[in-house]
């Protein structure tokens, strides 16, 4: 295609390619520094016209690749960095095969992992990238790789998808310079990106060893329970998009990750706390 | 932690044993959210509610509530379609729902959010066409 | 009264890990999971001495256990055919 990047994230290796200049250059800013694959890539991902005068006329982007969604409705050119982030996000959801694909954040301390699982919006990309200013190495905001063979996580540090009012949250604490052009108006109300800081780009190669499973709830009273195995085994499958079809490979990966681990629910009345309680629940978890 | 080896059930002998009743459940299977590849989304599926909240009724906002409660939709025996799922976003009512209960399940369907296994089925929902 | 003779999949067949209380079983042939609360493990191990109606499964737990649990043929038919529903057992 006319304009392309080559990314390696991870254990994972992207090709973007895009008919249009500015997504790209976009894809270039935030993640200046990341790695060049150097070999034929995972997953491609092409920005493409919705027919072709749309490349010129009111631009329109549809969002193509190895794995698509053939209903879905293509977007602006001012969204292109959304539209190719989503597109890698969609490669990730339905092609991963070597690692077991968890919807989660995941931040790493010595070597052992805590993992924020739960329903979107319930604040796991923020207190993720939170944690990640705060001593903690981030692996991920999105998704979290568990290896098949030795049931380590593999980090993963896409640029953060802050939505609405965590945009202002990582403001406040992050230089400018670490982020994508604020984007409004998209399906889910504001989006932003905000780069991963050195250490996590440093750390990329480096697994760890799940140590912590939480499921942050946001906007109640600060409070922490267990939560039984066979539920968070449970919930975990539901934050898989490719436990089944791993077959017996997924379910010794799952069942190692739940027996091995301790789990709590946490709910939190705002960012500070939440970040207590996970600081307590990873102490005693020691 | 314990609970990772191959246990065989052989607990020891004259352990009390609950059958309980005829009407209870004890078998959950993991169902996928998904097809086997790469999506049509007309093959993937939302339970309502979701599994880890089985039994909740459907209050009007769309949020889940007691069994019961008055003026709430049942839960659905038999998982969305993605087909009939679009069809209750647009205000439809798709065939095999009770027309009273759209509107509890559209507004379901759209306070689920991307980041459960249903996030690729969820997406697609999203972007209409 | 016989009721209807179920008989299990072998062991090899599915791998069961317990947590805190529960199954979660593995069924190899069909590459599904399936979470399984007591008695259902138990009744599965039941069925491995061989095919068997309700009331022989009752009959070889009380060889085991100490049942609970009033109409114990009904409750475990119940269970056979909720094991029969997710492919663990099937009727011969």
């Known amino acids: ?286 | 932690m314990s609970g990772t080896d191959d246990s065989k059930f052989v607990p020891s002998r004259r352990t009390v044993l609950a059958l309980g009743a005829a009407a209870a459940s004890t078998v959950v299977t993991i169902r996928p959210a998904l097809a086997q590849t790469a999506g049509s989304v007309l093959n993937c599926e939302i339970p309502v509610p979701g599994p880890q909240a089985a039994g909740s009724y459907v209050a009007p906002d769309g949020s889940l509530v007691a069994p019961g409660t008055p003026g709430a939709a049942p839960p659905l025996l038999r998982p969305l379609t993605g087909e009939q799922a679009k069809l209750l976003l647009r205000g439809s009512t798709p065939p095999g729902v009770n027309p009273q209960s759209a509107q509890a399940y559209a507004n379901y369907i759209r306070r689920l959010q991307a980041g459960m296994s249903g996030f690729t089925c969820y997406a697609s929902l999203q972007m209409p066409r | 009264m016989a009721g209807a003779r179920y008989v299990a999949d072998p062991e090899e067949c599915v791998r069961t890990v317990a947590l805190d209380g529960l199954s979660l079983l593995f069924h190899r042939p069909s590459g599904m999971t399936h979470i399984v609360a007591p008695p259902a493990p138990q009744i599965l191990e039941a069925l491995r001495l061989g095919p068997a109606d309700a009331g022989e499964v009752v009959a070889r737990m009380r060889a085991w256990y100490d049942l609970e649990g009033d109409e114990a043929a009904d409750a475990v038919e119940a269970r056979l055919e909720e094991l029969e529903a997710a492919g663990l057992v099937r009727r011969t």
Request: aromatic share 6%.
């Open chain 1, 1 to 286: 295609m006319k304009h392309s990047l080559s990314l390696q994230i991870g254990p994972v290796a992207f090709r973007i390619g895009s008919a249009w200049r500015s997504p790209i250059e976009a894809l270039a800013r935030l993640y200046a520094g990341y790695p060049d694959p150097g070999r034929v890539c995972d997953f491609t991902v092409r920005l493409e016209p919705e027919k072709p005068w749309r490349r010129w006329i009111r631009p329109s982007v549809a969002i193509q690749g190895d794995y698509i969604l053939p209903d879905a409705a293509p977007m602006s050119l001012a969204h292109g960095l959304l539209a190719a982030e989503m597109g890698m996000n969609l490669q990730m959801a339905l092609g991963q095969k070597s690692h077991l694909l968890l919807h989660a954040a995941s931040v790493e301390k010595d070597g052992r992992a805590l993992i924020l699982t739960g329903e979107s919006g319930a604040g796991k990309s923020t207190l993720a990238a939170l944690l990640g200013e705060r001593g903690w190495r981030l692996m991920g905001d999105e998704f979290a790789l568990l290896g098949l063979e030795d049931g380590r996580l593999r980090a993963f540090p896409r640029a953060i998808s802050l939505k609405n009012g965590a945009i202002t949250v990582m403001e406040r604490e992050v230089a400018p310079q670490r982020f994508g052009p604020r984007l409004d108006g998209t399906p889910k109300g504001a989006i932003r990106h905000m780069r991963p800081n050195e250490r996590a780009l440093e750390a990329m190669a480096e697994p760890a060893q799940p140590a912590l499973v939480l499921f942050p709830r946001f906007g109640e009273a600060a409070a922490a329970r267990g939560v039984g195995q066979a539920e968070v085994f449970m919930r975990l499958t539901q934050a898989s998009t490719n436990y089944v079809s791993l077959g017996a490979a997924g379910f010794e990966a799952l069942t190692g990750l739940v027996g091995g681990c301790p789990a709590a629910a946490i709910d939190y009345p705002d960012t500070e706390s939440a970040i207590d309680m996970v600081e307590q629940l990873w102490a005693e978890a020691a």
